[in-house]
Structure formats: structure tokens, C-alpha cells
């Protein structure tokens, strides 16, 4: 089992930076893959980046490229969410999931588990 356990959301105003934080606890032996996805007011869950445990990154789409970084440190079983010049459509509640295997990041299904999120909230 591993636990995850995700900080560092709130309410900003567009423009602004947060950095979202997700710790690991548990068997995290086997935590071979950890990402950020998010899901915004009435829409589906979307990939946003994730990490292997080598630090090879799978970058978002497009609407996050260039101002969302995803970094890892294995020592403090942690990944880390930096999202720069926040807009309202970032709107969503993050979340951060890990994998032992993975084939496509980009899809929710390959995930053994998840946290309860964090509420990221960009005002115009």
C-alpha cells in the first residue's frame, strides 16, 4: 500500500505561482512512476505531468507547457507540482497518483494509487 498525501493548494490571483507538493508514505519501494492530474469544475480528469523514478518527465498538454514543472526527489519520497503564471482556466482540484508500471501516463487507469487532492482556485 501507498499512501499519498498532496499540500500547497489555494486561491491566487491569475498571474501568481503555487507549488503543489505530494509525499509519499508506505511501500514506496514500489513507486516507480508518480504524476499530477487535475480536474477542472465540470470536466473530466486531465494528465497535467508526471515523473519516473530516473526523473524522465512526460509533460502535459499544451495548455500547461512552459509554466507547469514537475520534479521529484526519491530521497524524501516526494514530487512537487510548480505551476507559474496561474490562470483561471487552471481552476481544478489537483491530484497526485503513482504507479509501479506504466505504459501511458497520460491515462488515469494505469495508477495503483491516489491522493484526496488539493483545491487550486485562480481569480481573474
Known amino acids: 500500500q501507498v499512501q499519498l498525501v498532496e499540500s500547497g493548494g489555494g486561491l491566487v490571483q491569475a498571474g501568481a505561482s503555487l507549488r503543489l507538493s505530494c509525499v509519499a508514505s508506505g511501500d514506496t519501494w514500489n513507486v516507480y512512476y508518480m504524476a499530477w492530474f487535475r480536474r477542472p469544475p465540470g470536466s473530466e480528469l486531465q494528465f497535467v505531468g508526471g515523473i519516473t523514478r530516473k526523473g524522465i518527465i512526460t509533460d502535459g498538454p499544451d495548455s500547461v507547457k512552459g509554466r507547469f514543472t514537475v520534479s521529484r526527489d526519491n530521497a524524501k519520497n516526494t514530487v512537487w507540482l510548480q505551476m507559474n503564471n496561474l490562470q483561471p482556466a487552471d481552476t481544478a482540484f489537483y491530484y497526485c497518483?503513482?504507479?509501479?508500471?506504466?505504459?501511458?501516463?497520460?491515462?488515469?487507469?494505469?495508477?495503483?494509487?491516489w491522493g484526496q487532492g488539493t483545491q487550486v482556485t485562480v481569480s481573474s
Open positions: 497518483a503513482s504507479a509501479s508500471i506504466i505504459d501511458d501516463p497520460r491515462r488515469e487507469d494505469e495508477y495503483d494509487y
